[in-house]
Nanobody
Framework: QVQLVESGGGLVQAGGSLRLSCAAS????????VGWFRQAPGKDREFVGT????????YYGDSVKGRFTISRDNAKNTVYLQMNSLRPDDTAVYYC?????????????????WGQGTQVTVFS
């Protein structure tokens, strides 16, 4: 079992930055793949990015490439999503998800464990 807790969401002006955290327990993050997804009202869940412990290890969705960065802090057992140059269309609930398999999948069905989500609202 893997438990995930997201934090760091909030309200930010367009062009600003936020860093989301995904704290894991039950397994060390050096042995799991962690994906980030987001869901805006009335829209499907969208792949943001993913990281695994095998190199090459980080992949991003097209809509966030060059603006978002995923990183890991093994000592804190936490994965981060640094979001820069935020736009109003980045507004969504952001979820982290984990798989005990090595995966770079952009499909939410590839991940077995999910956090509760954190709201990000970007205003212009």
């Amino acid at each position: 079992q893997v438990q995930l807790v997201e934090s760091g969401g909030g309200l930010v002006q367009a062009g600003g930055s936020l860093r989301l955290s995904c704290a894991a327990s039950g397994r060390t993050i050096s042995t799991i793949s962690v994906g980030w997804f987001r869901q805006a009202p009335g829209k499907d869940r969208e792949f943001v990015g993913t990281t695994r412990w095998i190199i090459p290890n980080t992949y991003y969705g097209d809509s966030v490439k060059g603006r978002f960065t995923i990183s890991r802090d093994n000592a804190k057992n936490t994965v981060y999503l640094q979001m820069n140059s935020l736009r109003p269309d980045d507004t969504a609930v952001y979820y982290c998800a984990a798989s005990v398999r090595s995966t770079t999948s952009s499909s939410y069905s590839a991940y077995d464990y999910w956090g509760q989500g954190t709201q990000v609202t970007v205003f212009s």
